[in-house]
Structures are given as structure tokens and as C-alpha cells.
């Protein structure tokens, strides 16, 4: 039909070549136009396509703070994005795609936010349960073995609220928590809260209901470990038997020297109790912890309420380091131990001041013993 009409119409008069040579180029024509036409429009999204694949990879180089502004798209999958892209090129963007779009981001969100350690669901939520002590006696230990446990979210650092920053307010102490979902217990350690005269009141006035953790340890030891790391920081500070005794020939500790009197831990612990009960706080044996540390996490999981699901299963005993390490850490699929500053080499003390040292703390570990209900053998 076209041949007939372009023949009658174009060139009415003319030969049978010439009629052939017209629809010849018609043809041409029309397979030029269906190339340029592929060509075109392949070309206006796979470029594309790789520009921001491109542009991704940059941002993985990036700071965080600026990672967090121009990330979104990157996080959006390679499958998701070409759904994006196609509904932007074409400009259809249909109620049922754009559903399906935002299926596919809210499944990517979540599957990042289980694998990342700041996770996008959940809410910010004040604290259920803090460990609140001892400095040195193994706090960083049970914060990292505790999380690793799924119904459980803490803060990794020590924000020092109930003590140093508790003029900034609830406000901002919830805004250093992590996300976390109704079912998750949100935790944070800070060991000086424990000799902070305030901080139980401070604290049973955010929630008498906290569940509260002390991690206890042979107090003459725990001093020694106090001392090590201060000299650590500090190499010209006094002896340890300079800081520790006012007067050592008649045996008189000085008490306000702090390695000392964070070890009277029956004088701190009537301060807490005045704010709570004691079925409200649980105490972490130091040294089990290093002898059996799936045993002090299973008492730790059933104080606060969760399934024993951290088992021995989950440690290892590390030769090299002398402490048991964890399989497999909240953050990493990787065998962790704790860092350098933990199980470090203590300052060798004369065997007669430690004596005197346990004389010393004696009468403090019998009535703490009697009145948590546990002998912790430290004498
Ligand atoms: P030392 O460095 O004196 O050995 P905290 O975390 O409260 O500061 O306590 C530090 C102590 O935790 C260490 O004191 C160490 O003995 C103890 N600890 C308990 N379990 C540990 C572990 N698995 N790895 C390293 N240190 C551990």
C-alpha cells in the first residue's frame, strides 16, 4: 500500500527504476530511524546507571557526617535503583510502583540496619539497665559479652551522665543511646557511678525500676589493677605503698586515696540501697568472670529478664592474651579480645602490703558478703 501510494503520488509519471530506487531510501530511512532510536535510548539510562554507581564508590571514601547526608541513594539496592530510574526517565510513577519502590527501600533499611551497629529502626530510649561499677573490675568484660546477645543494645562508650554530665539533661543522655525496639533492653556502662554519692538518687529518679549491675573483684587486687593504669597514663606519680597508707609502719590506710576506697564497697552499696532493693542489683563475681564467663552471662541474662542464649559456646580461652575472648563480637564475624588496656601486667607490691591490705578490707568484704548473701572468697 505505502509502495502504491509513495509510486502514484511522489512520482506519478515516472519508470520502474526509478519507483525502486525511492522506496529503497524509504526503507533506509526508516532503519536508520529504528537504530538511532535503540541507540538513544539504551544510552539515556545505562550511562546513568554507572555514574552513580560511580559516584557510591567515591562516598565510601568519604567522612561519616558527610557519608550520612549523600548516602541514601547508595543505600537504596542496584535493583531498587533501577526501579527508581525507570519510573523517573519514563515519568510513570504509578501508585502500585511507587509502593513497590518503597517495599524494596523499607527491606534494604532493615537489612542494613541488622548489620550495621547504629540501626535506623527503633526509638532512642533511656536506659533499663546500667552497669554501674566497679572501675577495674571487669565492666567492659560483661558490656561486650552481654551485647552480643539480640535483645540487647548498648552504648559502647561511657557517657558519664549521673555523674559528670547531668546538668545536660534526660534529653541529651537519650540521645546517646542506641535505636532499639520495644522488646530490647538498652544498656550503658559508667563503673565511677557506683562511689557517686548521687547517682542513685539520680538514677531512681530517671526510673526506680533499673536494674543495676556491679561487677565486683578482690578489692586489693582491683586496687593494684587501679594503680597500674593510672601509672600507665601518669609514669611520676608516687609508689603504690605512698598513695596507700598514711602511715604504713602502724598500718593506717589512707581512705581517700580513691584505688582505696572504691574497694569499700559495703559503704557504697548502703548509699544505692537507700533508693533501691536489693533484688534490683546484680553482682558479677570479677574473677569467675575471667574462670567462667558463660556462667557469670547466664546469671547476668536471667537478672535481666532474657533467654540464656550467650552459652560457653560463645567464648575461647585466648593463651597468648590469658583471657577468654569472644567468638564472634556484636560488631564483627571475627574472634575479638578485649583491647591492651584490659588484663594488663600489674606493678609488682610487696607481699607484706598486700597482707595489710587484706587486713584492711576484711571487715568491709565480711559485711558486704552478709549483706548481698554471697561470700566472694576474697580473704
Ligand atoms: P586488669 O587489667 O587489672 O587485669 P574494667 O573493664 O572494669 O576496667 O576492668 C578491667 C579488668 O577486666 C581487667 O583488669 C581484667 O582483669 C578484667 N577482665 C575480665 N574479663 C576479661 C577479659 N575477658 N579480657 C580482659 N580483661 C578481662
Same mark, same amino acid.
Given at each position: 500500500? %505505502? ?74 539496592? =542496584?535493583? %531498587? ?9 519514563? *515519568? ?29 529502626? *527503633? ?5 533499663? =539497665? ?7 573490675? *571487669?565492666?567492659? %568484660? ?15 562508650? +561511657? ?63 582491683? %586496687? ?17 605503698? +605512698?598513695? =596507700? ?13 580513691? =584505688? ?9 552499696? +548502703? ?101 548481698? *548473701? ?6
Amino acid at each position: 500500500m %505505502a509502495y502504491r501510494f509513495l509510486s502514484s503520488r511522489i512520482v506519478p509519471s515516472s519508470n520502474r527504476l526509478s519507483r525502486r530506487i525511492i522506496f529503497i531510501f524509504t526503507i533506509s530511512l526508516c532503519f536508520m530511524y529504528l537504530c538511532y532510536s535503540i541507540l538513544f535510548c539504551s544510552g539515556t539510562i545505562m550511562p546513568n546507571q554507572r555514574l552513580e554507581d560511580h559516584r557510591c564508590v567515591h562516598l565510601k571514601n568519604m567522612g561519616s557526617k558527610k557519608l550520612l547526608q549523600k548516602s541514601h541513594y547508595c543505600t537504596i539496592s =542496584a535493583k %531498587a535503583r533501577v526501579i527508581s530510574d525507570e519510573t523517573r526517565a519514563v *515519568g510513570l510513577l504509578n501508585q502500585s510502583k511507587h509502593s513497590a519502590f518503597q517495599k524494596t527501600q523499607d527491606v534494604v533499611d532493615h537489612k542494613q540496619s541488622n548489620n550495621s551497629n547504629s540501626p535506623k529502626y *527503633g526509638n532512642k530510649k533511656l536506659p533499663n =539497665a546500667l552497669i554501674v561499677g566497679v572501675k577495674k573490675g *571487669g565492666t567492659r %568484660a560483661v558490656l561486650e559479652f552481654i551485647r552480643i546477645h539480640p535483645d540487647v543494645r548498648a552504648l559502647g562508650t +561511657e557517657p558519664h551522665f549521673f555523674d559528670r554530665n547531668y546538668d545536660k539533661g534526660l534529653d541529651w543522655y537519650r540521645g546517646l543511646m542506641p535505636r532499639t525496639l520495644d522488646s530490647q533492653i538498652t544498656m550503658e556502662k559508667t563503673p565511677s557511678y557506683f562511689v557517686t554519692r548521687e547517682a542513685p538518687r539520680r538514677i531512681s529518679n530517671m526510673s526506680r525500676e533499673t536494674k543495676l549491675i556491679v561487677v565486683v573483684r578482690n578489692p586489693v587486687t582491683r %586496687a593494684i589493677s587501679d594503680y597500674t593504669q593510672t601509672l600507665s597514663k601518669k609514669p611520676d606519680i608516687p609508689s603504690f605503698e +605512698e598513695l =596507700a597508707f598514711k602511715n604504713r609502719s602502724q598500718g593506717i590506710v589512707d581512705t581517700s586515696w580513691n =584505688a582505696i576506697r572504691i574497694g569499700m564497697y559495703i559503704l557504697h552499696l +548502703e548509699n544505692w540501697l537507700q533508693y533501691f532493693r536489693l533484688s534490683q542489683i546484680h553482682f558479677v563475681s570479677g574473677e569467675r568472670l575471667i574462670t567462667d564467663p558463660a556462667g557469670e552471662l547466664g546469671r547476668v541474662q536471667d537478672f535481666l529478664g532474657l533467654k540464656r542464649i550467650i552459652t560457653d559456646k560463645h567464648f575461647y580461652f585466648n593463651r597468648t592474651k590469658g583471657f577468654p575472648c569472644l567468638k564472634k563480637p556484636e560488631s564483627s564475624s571475627q574472634p575479638r579480645c578485649l583491647g591492651k588496656s584490659k588484663g594488663r601486667t600489674h606493678v609488682q607490691i610487696d607481699q607484706e602490703v598486700i597482707e595489710q591490705l587484706r587486713e584492711f578490707y576484711r571487715p568491709f568484704n565480711v559485711k558486704f558478703y552478709e549483706m548481698v *548473701g554471697h561470700d566472694f572468697r576474697w580473704d
